[in-house]
DNA sequence: GTCGAATTGAGAAAATATACCAGTTTTCAA
DNA sequence: TTGAAAACTGGTATATTTTCTCAATTCGAC
């Protein structure tokens, strides 16, 4: 949030979290993350994913979800976007639908709040988790 | 999630666990909660206020918030609705819009999943943070 | 009232995230 | 380049939140 005149530096880890984010089309938790990047720096310790999830996530440069399970997921498409949450598998997709962006300035003049951003979740079974299912049935 | 044909019972902790969450209207964490409920049952134990608000989570009676922090929030109010939720002050307000009934059919249809039910969450600065922050400036 | 099953209380344990700190790396001015 | 200050890291301890365990209690059908 504060700025602080700090400086900050591109170090081998940062670039490696950076990229791994950035390619994940999963929606990753910093744990699953932690794994995928060890491979390139295997002595890179989770404290230096959450710090720099943490980090870039302040900037705006990448979007922390709160899901279906406790954990944290991460999303690397920093680009307004909404999502759907699978409660089977617990996979988490992007949805393929525009941005209500008029919705934060109209609510936010009729709650009388400063709205700086919004979020949309859709929750339900996916087509291949039904389909599992279907087939049990 | 499964019902698998097992009583419940009404107990004394249940039933009041019950009346205050659905009295409340500042979107309590499991903890808070706890601690209006001891006033009446000073006995009651944590994990039990847990417990209980997870059987009515599941059951539908009331709703799980993630919010701005780690901490689960309760909503007693089942019926459709969103949310606001200050970045400051930490406060979760109800928003008095319609929801966007067609949109869980609408989504559903276009990504090919069973869409349950969705979430909309705005985040912000409320009027009384932005007006205390206005005259610190 | 009696009995079996559901529930509870208390605390241990699990799960997730952050804090701490000594040692390392990055950056930048000289 | 090089040297030094500041930022960052790894490893681990600690904090925080939630779930699990289990003996004891309570509920409710009979």
């Not at 089309?25 to 699953?32: E, G, L, R």
């Not at 990047?37 to 709160?66: F, H």
Request: aromatic share 6%.
């Amino acid at each position: 949030m504060k700025k602080s005149g700090k400086k900050t530096r591109m170090t081998r880890q940062k670039k490696v979290i950076m990229e791994e984010i950035k390619k994940a089309c999963d929606h990753p938790d910093a744990d699953t993350l932690h794994s995928r990047v060890k491979k390139k720096l295997p002595r890179i310790s989770l404290a230096t994913v959450y710090r720099n999830l943490e980090d870039m996530a302040a900037q705006g440069a990448i979007i922390k979800l709160s899901g279906t399970t406790q954990r944290t997921r991460y999303d690397g498409n920093s680009h307004p976007h909404y999502h759907f949450h699978c409660l089977e598998c617990r996979e988490i997709e992007d949805i393929p639908v525009e941005p209500l962006e008029k919705l934060d300035q109209h609510v936010g003049h009729s709650v009388n709040h400063d709205i700086l951003w919004h979020r949309v979740d859709f929750f339900g079974i996916c087509s291949r988790c039904g389909d599992r299912t279907d087939r049990n049935a």
